[in-house]
């Protein structure tokens, strides 16, 4: 979420966006996720997306 500008962003943005609920505990805070998810962490990110990718694929 942190990597792209605002400007590359809205790229990704269209009718065919899928949209996957984040999912917190009541232990969790909100502004510890705000801050890994978009926060100065960039090599601590890219490894977290690493390791929890996955890619669909459509089956003709």
């Given amino acids: 979420m942190g990597e792209i500008s605002p400007d ?3 790229n990704f943005i269209g009718e065919q966006i899928r949209l996957d609920p984040v999912i917190m505990n009541k232990n969790e805070s909100v502004v510890e996720m705000l801050e ?3 926060g100065k962490n960039t090599p ?3 490894d977290f997306i690493i390791e929890h990718l996955y890619v669909e694929k459509d089956e003709v």
């Fill in 44 to 46: 601590e990110r890219q």
């Fill in 36 to 38: 890994f998810y978009m």
């Fill in 8 to 10: 590359e962003f809205k």
